[in-house]
């Protein structure tokens, strides 16, 4: 089988996936008991008048397909299922998650508002991880068996297994509470939304926005960094024991030359996979660090929205994570099928 | 009879050998000192951790006090023993002066709460206008600083009063040091007797004539109820304006009485008592509302084992039951049901959970606990099922299973009788790993509001740190995270030493 056979294969495996999440979604918010009392919470907010509450109703279970217009009466004609799936299916594929009950804002306008603080967290913290991860995996490699090596991965352990929220927590406790270094919590100083307070130019908002920054990314390096050294640390012990390694110092190359050109090269092809699978649970920690750190992204405005009972929420964000998990998927198929030249498509 | 006995003998067997591993016996010690603590939890703590107020608000453990920075720490201090004069308070240091005909007496008759009795105040029939007494007790205030709270309760009962012979009361505290005079109260009248008859033993009651309490605007009951800070007029805390240093103080009420002069009149009091809470307490402290995170710790293990056990239970008999159909009956059941786990495998599990979870905790009671624990179990089975269908490939062409097959055995038989017992290692060592992350799982979804209310979990208590940004109050954040990592790290342990058990192989290279 060919490059292209596979290629086309994960592709079609995708969109597969993607159907299935349509499909769960659908099951978990249209089928299970409490949606329609997830969508009669907008009922219990006593801002809108009882009539607009009907109709708001209406409007959301008109567009998630669970009414079919109305019968002469005024009153709701229930859909049939396919019909209802087919109007579902078509509402998530073209993003149209609704309002949130809480903002009243089109949930993908609050999706896309959320979404550079939550990058900018992962991303930081996910480079950290990555960079870290090797390096430590790379020494520990080298070193097996000594004291350093055993002392990292038992921190890597230790880290890796933690609960990730009740670090945050410890992270607080230590560098906010008692050091006083860093700030417990949120994006920004509190007093920068107020006009003038905060200083002009993203330049010169800088020094404070790290020190925000800081203890969640922190938290999210802690929480992945482990999972990085241990993975180095196997695939370099592998490698280190092939036969162009001995060769490579038999040819008097300097060790670092080896380890890092040499070894490390050839090694971190399930590295590069392994960064692309991260995906799932590095969105899961997301979730936790921000609302731990009251972090105003994606998965702090996601646990708002458990709170609320937001459900055009709760499902856009649930489809959109699953979507990412899957595309990080089928990147590190193709990155994989791409730069290794030994595998065989199956 | 034979049978039970090589069982026996074998599983005594097998015990000895598990326990020679040292890692396996670590994670069972910690396991036996957690299961005893969540199994025994009422003989280790007589407090329920979340009705019990025990001490004042995010108070220190107790122990903390021999450390310098905890040196100005104080303890809880109640006047009396219980709320009701159980026995005559005139033998237990409370005193009484009083006016002219103004006597009191220990009523045993006549209580608000069964089982005590009251103190009776009367007036001589011949007196007249009004008299006055004050009904006292002197208690010692051993610390420095100032109590985190200070609660009160008295209860008045006035069967003679009138519009023309009102009684009245006043609840005070006095400093002994500068002799100054705090009133908890204000100067509260009745002119009748208690209006709506409370179905209390013997009498009726003005219930509670105050609840006195440093923390709350006063509940509205009684035309006397305000704040302690608007009855002293001050706008710092009352318990450190009152209790500033260590001394003597005494706590009492005044009454008057107004004479007929031709009948008895009498006032009953009844569940006077004063309670100080200290800004310490017992072993790991108190949290926000000053419940005892102890208990908390205790009862919490209750949840977070069983939710693990039973999840982890749930999703091992799930991943067995599709793992040995797809792997036994292969073909297309095979390629449908492991398409099926690879999809579910790939969606990521806590927003899976998060949004299962609260779809259908909405639809339900108050109790999730059962809900938490069949969705985590659900969501745990993929893994195992992969590792049993790969088994069950390879043993069902080993030649005992075609033996089994010529001498006529049908599917049903060969699976239950031939395979299952080839993978019971496996079973073990999946059960042991799964419970560490349906533990995590339920922490994480507690600690996201998502869990039980109605019952104290690990990941609840750091809810709770978070919801009042208590992340200071060491003593309530590090026990249940340490929790989760040793009851964790034990399953951990004990799951790898099975492993090394069950694959001699394994065992040999490690």
Request: aromatic content about 10%; glycine content about 8%.
């Amino acid at each position: 089988m060919g490059l292209r056979t596979y290629l086309a294969k994960r592709t079609l495996n995708t969109i597969v996936l993607i159907i299935f999440v349509i499909v769960l979604n659908f099951v978990i918010f249209e089928l299970m008991p409490g949606t329609q009392g997830a969508i009669e919470t907008i009922a219990s907010n006593p801002k809108i008048s009882a009539q607009h509450q009907q109709e708001l109703i209406y409007q959301e279970e008109l567009r998630f397909g669970l009414a079919c217009g109305r019968d002469a009466n005024g009153d709701v004609i229930p859909c049939p299922v396919w019909t209802q799936f087919g109007k579902y299916f078509i509402a998530m594929i073209t993003f149209n998650f609704g309002d949130s009950y809480q903002t009243g804002n089109p949930v993908v306008a609050d999706i896309s508002s959320k979404l550079t603080n939550t990058l900018l967290l992962l991303g930081t913290s996910s480079l950290l991880a990555v960079v870290i991860g090797i390096f430590l995996g790379v020494i520990s490699a080298k070193k097996r068996g000594s004291i350093v090596d055993s002392a990292m991965v038992t921190t890597s352990l230790t880290t890796f297994s933690l609960p990730v929220f009740w670090m945050g927590l410890v992270l607080i406790l230590v560098f906010a509470y008692t050091l006083h270094w860093f700030p417990t919590g949120g994006v920004s100083p509190a007093d920068w939304i107020k006009p003038g307070f905060a200083p002009s130019g993203l330049l010169a908002q800088i020094p404070e926005r790290l020190r925000f920054l800081f203890l969640p990314a922190l938290t999210l390096t802690l929480f992945q960094y482990g999972g990085y050294l241990l993975l180095t640390r196997a695939t370099m012990m592998e490698t280190l024991s092939e036969d162009y390694i001995t060769t490579a110092r038999a040819k008097g190359l300097p060790e670092r030359t080896v380890l890092y050109k040499h070894a490390l090269k050839n090694a971190s092809l399930p590295l590069v996979t392994a960064v692309a699978l991260q995906a799932g649970f590095l969105l899961s920690g997301a979730i936790i660090t921000e609302t731990v750190f009251n972090w105003d992204g994606l998965g702090y405005w996601l646990f708002q929205a458990i709170g609320f009972k937001d459900g055009p929420v709760l499902q856009g964000m649930f489809f959109i994570i699953a979507l990412c998990v899957i595309f990080a998927n089928f990147g590190a198929d193709i990155i994989y099928g791409l730069i290794d030249p030994r595998i065989k498509y199956e | 009879m034979a049978d039970w006995r090589f069982n026996l003998k074998r599983l005594g067997s097998f015990i000895r050998t598990v326990t020679s591993s040292k890692m396996a016996l670590a994670g069972i010690m910690i396991l036996v000192v957690y299961g005893a603590l969540a199994i025994g939890a009422p003989l280790w703590s007589p407090y329920d951790p979340q009705k019990d107020v025990v001490a004042g608000s995010l108070a220190p453990p107790g122990w903390y006090s021999y450390f310098s920075e905890g040196s100005r720490l104080t303890k809880n201090l109640q006047l009396d023993p219980t709320t009701g004069f159980s026995s005559d308070p005139f033998a237990q240091g409370w005193k009484f002066s009083g006016d002219q005909g103004l006597s009191s007496s220990f009523s045993p008759s006549v209580t608000l709460t069964p089982g005590s009795g009251s103190v009776q105040f009367s007036l001589t029939q011949s007196s007249m206008g009004s008299s006055s007494g004050i009904f006292e007790k002197t208690f010692d205030w051993a610390f420095e600083s100032p109590p985190n709270r200070l609660a009160g309760s008295i209860a008045i009962n006035t069967p003679d009063a009138s519009p023309t012979h009102p009684v009245s009361a006043q609840v005070f505290i006095e400093r002994i040091s500068d002799h100054r005079i705090f009133p908890l109260t204000n100067n509260a009248s009745w002119a009748n007797p208690p209006i709506s008859p409370y179905p209390f033993v013997n009498a009726s009651w003005h219930v509670p004539i105050t609840q006195i309490d440093s923390r709350t605007s006063c509940v509205a009951q009684v035309n006397t109820c305000n704040s302690l800070q608007t009855v002293l007029n001050t706008n710092v805390d009352p318990a450190a304006l009152i209790l500033s240093s260590s001394g003597q103080y005494v706590y009492g009420v005044k009454i008057t009485l107004t004479g007929t002069g031709n009948s008895t009149q009498r006032v009953f009091l009844d569940n006077m008592n004063l309670r100080l809470y200290g800004t310490s307490w017992g072993l790991l402290g108190t949290d926000y509302t000053g419940f005892d995170v102890w208990s908390q710790l205790i009862y919490g293990a209750r949840i977070s084992l069983v939710v693990g056990l039973l999840s982890a239970v749930i999703g091992v008999v799930m991943g067995l039951v599709v793992g040995l159909i797809a792997g036994y009956l292969g073909r297309i059941v095979d390629e449908v049901l492991m398409r099926f786990t690879d999809m579910l495998l790939v969606i990521p599990t806590l927003p899976l959970l998060i949004v299962l979870v609260a779809v259908i905790g909405n639809s339900l009671g108050t109790s999730r606990l059962p809900i938490l624990i069949l969705v985590i179990g659900f969501l745990g089975w993929m893994g195992f099922a992969r590792v049993v269908r790969a088994q069950v490939l390879t043993l069902k062409e080993r030649p005992f299973v075609e033996a089994a097959k010529a001498a006529g055995a049908g599917n049903g038989h060969i699976t239950i009788r031939h395979i299952v017992p080839n993978i019971v290692g496996l079973i073990y060592v999946n059960l042991a790993l799964a419970v560490p992350g349906a533990i995590l799982s339920e922490a994480a979804l507690s600690f996201l509001g998502l869990g039980d209310v109605t019952v104290m979990s690990w990941g609840r208590m750091l809810n709770l740190v978070q919801t009042y940004s208590a992340q200071k109050a060491w003593w309530w954040v590090l026990p249940p995270g340490i929790s989760i990592a040793l009851v964790s790290l034990a399953f951990v342990m004990i799951g790898f030493s099975l492993d090394a058990l069950f694959n001699p192989k394994l065992r040999s290279r490690r």
